[in-house]
């Protein structure tokens, strides 16, 4: 079964611009995570998504959305990019069974770099 | 809200060594508990986690964690490390299957040939 895939790898913006990062869950994934990594403030929690659903939201500003489709691929869309905004962004999945509690797992990321 | 604290933030080790990289989280009534791995350009592995049971936990390349209510710790252990063993270890907490996972800062664990 394929993992989690990430596009793109690395990305280069300008401040000011807009960014869409996107995410394809394993296959039969119904929750889709994102998180931000940056060495001052480790891993973060941005949002999730479950069933095109936005189900939890991070402490972070309104210039990052994301959404999810029916086929539950996300996307993550920041705009007005900042300096502070550069990154590693992570997506995760997971199944969400019965028991409610599951692993996520995660894909490589995408190096987000803002000049 | 729930925070973890990883005391560590690098360990170096020598090969063979045993380690300990420390993970306290602040108290709740039931909490499930995960060790993540971060190898370099990669994205976060599951090493092992606790969601109810026998309170050690076991991962298939020798790593254990042991669940301690009274004390809030969820330390990794492994009595001998390698070389491969060397990245950046992360603790997480969640309260229920419906919150999102809270991270610690990450352990570097270095080990030295």
């Known amino acids: 079964k394929a993992g989690v895939t990430q596009t793109p790898r690395y990305l280069i913006k300008t401040r000011g611009q807009q960014v869409t990062l996107s995410c394809s869950p394993i296959?039969?994934?119904?929750?889709v995570s994102w998180y931000q990594q940056t060495p001052g403030q480790g891993l973060q929690f941005l949002f999730e998504?479950?069933?095109?659903?936005?189900?939890n939201k991070g402490n972070f500003p309104g210039r990052f959305s994301g959404r999810q489709f029916s086929n539950s691929r996300s996307e993550m869309n920041v705009s007005t990019l900042e300096l502070g905004d550069s990154a590693l962004y992570l997506c995760a999945s997971s199944l969400v069974g019965d028991r409610g509690i599951d692993e996520q797992y995660f894909g490589p990321g995408t190096r987000l770099t803002v000049t | 809200a729930q925070s973890v604290t990883q005391l560590d933030s690098q360990v170096p080790v020598f090969e063979e060594a045993p380690v300990e990289l420390r993970c306290n989280y602040s108290s709740s009534v039931s909490v499930y508990l995960f060790w993540y791995v971060q190898y370099p350009n990669q994205g976060l592995q599951l090493l092992l986690k606790?969601?109810?049971?026998?309170?050690l936990v076991e991962s298939i390349n020798g790593f254990e964690a042991e669940f301690n209510k009274s004390q809030t710790s969820f330390h990794l252990r492994k009595p001998s490390v390698h070389i491969s063993d060397t990245a950046e270890y992360f603790c997480?907490?969640?309260?229920?299957?419906?919150?999102?996972?809270?991270f610690g800062k990450g352990t570097r664990l270095s080990v030295i040939a």
């Open positions: 296959s039969g994934h119904r929750s």
């Open positions: 606790y969601l109810s049971g026998s309170t």
């Open positions: 998504y479950f069933s095109e659903t936005q189900r």
């Open positions: 997480a907490v969640s309260d229920s299957g419906n919150t999102p996972l809270v």
